[in-house]
């Protein structure tokens, strides 16, 4: 006990610092830098915008090694039968998944405000975008007892969506409005497969099942407990939703849409992320906003 207790105040020691220094180094890519020269018009915009995306990998690899360790520190706990010190770290834990995600999401915003300003000056949006990265293979289980497999599904768009029965923001787009379902049978006919993903390490088969009969839900709920699949492509919320084009790059990372709970920002119209993407795909375009930041509640990782 008193050994879980100490490694309690060294992880929240670390946390401290790191949120300093994290802090600190979104303060100095904020900083104002001189006008571009006029003879690479969008060039200084594009290089803080990739150095920008470089910090924000860096915080992401330091915030899940940080997460890592305090799931290290309740599974101790829970073997030690130290409830209290559990339901502790557990919120910790998601305190922390929290403040990362709002930090997270207001760098993710200024890195787009950079594309977006080096897109204008440059005049040639191509020279800007990100290089679409290769999709993560992987071969799972899903919990009605399929066995998918990402390869099976070439020469089709796959949609990844990730999922938590208990997330508000993933019930809204069932229980409220049914999004996912909605979007999923639009795009069914048109060489289209959606995937869930459930990468909560408490959910059970029986729970999934259930919500799938509920909803009827026209595709399947992938088993990641373990965190595997979300480790790999970087799923931070429910929902966070990838889209995988026929050449095996993803296209989209980002939010469904841009209205959390049914809530856009004011003056702006609702849009469906995915639904626009998968529109441009499906028609030989190219997908005009490969990112957005996602909202919605921490994936709740297991212990690789």
Not at 17 to 45: C, D, K, V, W
Not at 174 to 184: I, L
Request: include cysteine; hydrophobic fraction near 35%; glycine fraction near 6%.
């Amino acid at each position: 006990m008193k050994r879980t207790v100490a490694s309690i105040g060294i992880v929240l020691i670390v946390l401290a610092l790191s949120s300093t220094a994290f802090g600190q180094r979104a303060e100095r890519t904020t900083r104002p830098t001189r006008e571009p020269t006029a003879e690479r018009p969008g060039a200084e915009q594009m290089q803080q915008a990739q150095k920008l995306g470089q910090q924000i990998e860096e915080m992401k690899a330091a915030h899940q090694s940080l997460i890592d360790e305090l799931n290290a520190i309740r599974t101790t706990a829970t073997k030690e039968r130290a409830r209290q010190t559990v339901k502790q770290i557990e919120t910790l834990i998601s305190q922390r998944q929290a403040a990362f995600q709002e930090t997270l999401r207001g760098l993710e915003q200024q890195q787009q405000q950079l594309q977006r300003a080096a897109r204008n000056r440059m005049g040639r949006p191509g020279q800007i975008e990100p290089r679409a990265r290769k999709a993560p293979d992987f071969e799972m289980d899903s919990f009605d007892g399929r066995q998918v497999k990402l390869a099976n599904y070439k020469d089709q768009i796959v949609v990844l969506e990730w999922l938590n029965l208990d997330c508000p923001h993933s019930r809204y787009h069932y229980d409220t409005v049914q999004t996912m379902v909605n979007t999923a049978k639009k795009y069914r006919d048109k060489g289209v497969v959606w995937l869930a993903v459930n990468s909560t390490f408490k959910t059970t088969p029986e729970a999934n099942r259930e919500f799938a009969e509920k909803h009827k839900l026209p595709y399947p709920i992938l088993d990641d407990r373990a965190g595997e699949l979300a480790r790999k492509y970087g799923a931070r919320t429910t929902p966070h939703v990838f889209i995988i084009d026929k050449e095996g790059r993803i296209v989209y990372d980002g939010a469904i849409d841009n209205a959390p709970l049914g809530k856009q920002e004011a003056g702006a119209g609702k849009l469906n992320y995915v639904d626009q993407a998968l529109s441009e795909l499906t028609q030989g375009r190219k997908v005009s906003l490969p990112n957005t930041p996602p909202y919605g509640t921490p994936v709740k990782y297991g212990r690789p």
